[in-house]
């Protein structure tokens, strides 16, 4: 660390030379991401023959060149270092753009380390700052050992700026080194416990996807001029060909491979995860192929869940999600980011270490309007409804049976939904539960709170109801349907907690 501390970096430096790779990606990726269709569009309507797709690879060829070459002058061309009272970033070619962000805005300093950053040994740096509307200033590639050490100048710079008063003795010279404090590690998943994780998860995403490619592919044939309720005929009816030895076959490949899907990205994802907690913040280090150190403030922490499906409780292993304040266009992983496989104990040490020890207690959880799940029903009714007419215009007895099947248990996991939501409140802190097959729970300090809004559509008007709508800097959360003196009791409440609290949100 000393070694670090003697680097000078009042003078513009720039990035390690490996950063130009990932301009020139990140280029490339825009590029693709905003011609992509043109480019499909451009195979699938050339002939074998035709002299214009040459052209077009001409054409591609010439901007991937002039994106390369402008690439490696943006490189060249950004500058970074750090003055007495701020960081400063220089960029830009035609447009010079220069970042200045003052030590006392300065949140976090993260690391990210895609599998070619770990190839390479650099890291990405994402520094955040508070109040800011634009994304979080990010230097693309720096070597571990100048990343460090800008990280620990920076931290120091931002220490000493929170000194307001200073007395200095003739000839004293001081320096700001700084000392990270001693991390408590609360959670660290080995590999047999990151497949333990995996086989709790949800392991119905790759039906999603499955949903995903059947409905673009109805899609692209209703573009082609086919009849949408003639594909869906004949997709019934490839089904129907299928012998049934040959479905409860397909039944068997599809589970496991649902269930190797969660174990693999959750592998993947939270790999090597170290959950630690330092002075106000808790710290996560993860990924294999995209490896991550972030940091989370207590202060930026709005709102806290804790949630357990049925395969979790069986354990008895929780997730823990952590929603911060938004800076601007933050990165979504960060500014959410969840804590798989922790057990009670670590459930109850986040909560006493982020509100307080002994809080987050409440006397009297209160259930929301019957009516939540009769009008769920009801709509589920109607489309349900509408699905079964289809089968039977389709005459299709089978899948007839099985949406009303269906049918049956989404009416009934509405009544679980109805029957776990609920809402309580004391001087500091509100709580909502929900879930449908498992629970779901969370915290929100009332002095966090932004705005509250009370909202009616025609259902609850007529029935005297409303939801109220609680606005946090990281996002809202609802308490549905409840009689409408309810919500403007509680609307009172909280506005009267926020203003008489002498606490900042952020």
Partial sequence: ?????????????????????????RFLYKLAKQLWPLGVAIFLGRSGTSSGFERYELIASGIGIFGMISSIIAYFKYYYHISDEELVIQKGILKKTKLNLPFARIQSINFSQSILHQALNVTAVEI??????????????????????????????????????????????????YVEEERDLILHLSPQELVRVGLTQNHLKPVGLIFGLLGSSIGYGYTMGMDPIDIIRSYFTNIEDIVYSQQIWWLLVLVPIMVLYSVVTTYLRHYNLQFTRSGKRFHVVQGLLNKQQFSALDRKIQILSWSQNPLQRILGLYQIFFRQAKSGDKEKEVARFSIPGCEQDKVEYVKENWLGEGRGQFDKHYGVSHHYFQRSAIY?????????????????PIQMGLLVLW?????????????????????????IGGGILGFKHSLLPLYK??????????????????????????????????????????????????????????
């Fill in 1 to 25: 660390m000393k070694k670090n501390n003697m680097q000078d970096f009042s003078i513009p430096r720039r990035q390690s030379q490996w950063a130009i790779i990932f301009i020139v990606l």
């Fill in 128 to 177: 955040e700052s508070a109040g800011s509307d634009q994304k979080e200033l990010k230097i693309d590639a720096l070597t571990m050992e100048n990343a460090e050490a800008l990280r620990s100048y920076l931290l120091a710079k931002k220490q000493a700026a929170k000194v307001e008063y200073v007395s200095i003795d003739e000839g004293e010279t001081i320096t700001s080194n």
């Fill in 380 to 396: 589920q009714s109607v489309v349900y409804g509408a699905l079964l007419a289809i089968f039977i215009y389709l005459k299709l």
């Fill in 407 to 431: 049918w049956i248990f989404s009416i009934y996991m509405s009544y679980k939904q109805y029957k776990k939501k609920s809402y309580a409140l004391n001087e500091r802190e509100i709580y």
């Fill in 449 to 506: 709170v932004q705005n509250v809004a009370i909202k009616q559509n025609p259902y609850q008007l007529r029935r005297d109801l409303s939801t109220l709508y609680i606005y946090t800097s990281a996002g809202a959360i609802r308490i549905p349907y409840i009689p409408l003196s309810s919500a403007q009791r509680l609307l009172d409440l909280i506005l009267y907690r926020v203003e008489t609290s002498r606490k900042s949100w952020i």
